[in-house]
């Protein structure tokens, strides 16, 4: 898609807006951009965050202005996985939620692998 001065600068300020955990998949360089919007226009209680979005995809054109009104189309389409964005050492990655929820349990510590130092079990 190519975008247009007043879209790129809508997609600057509804980046500032959205919340933090969002923000990485706000970018021009994303191709699922306008997908990614949708979601974040529903779950959102910012009015002037709402605007701007239903701006950009009346911009955009038509027919993604129908799939922001029209309601459940592409949730279908994505994977039921979440996916939790991770900051390290200033690179973003992704990790599924379920990892990152889930603690090591006492069975799985006990089959990794030990390790002795000076004849003594560590860690």
Excluded: C, H
């Excluded at 309601?71 to 990790?95: H, K, M, P, W």
């Amino acid at each position: 898609m190519e975008y247009t001065k007043p879209m790129i600068d809508l997609v600057r300020e509804i980046r500032r807006r959205a919340p933090s955990e969002v923000k990485p998949a706000i970018k021009l360089a994303n191709p699922e951009l306008l997908i990614e919007l949708v979601p974040v226009y529903r779950k959102s209680s910012d009015n002037i965050l709402k605007a701007l979005v239903r701006e950009l995809m009346m911009m955009a054109g038509e027919n993604w202005f129908e799939r922001l009104e029209a309601g459940a189309g592409d949730d279908s389409n994505r994977s039921s996985e979440s996916f939790v964005t991770r900051i390290y050492r200033g690179q973003v990655s992704l990790a599924s939620s379920s990892q990152a929820a889930e603690p090591e349990s006492e069975e799985a510590r006990a089959k990794r692998r030990k390790r002795v130092y000076r004849g003594q079990v560590i860690a």
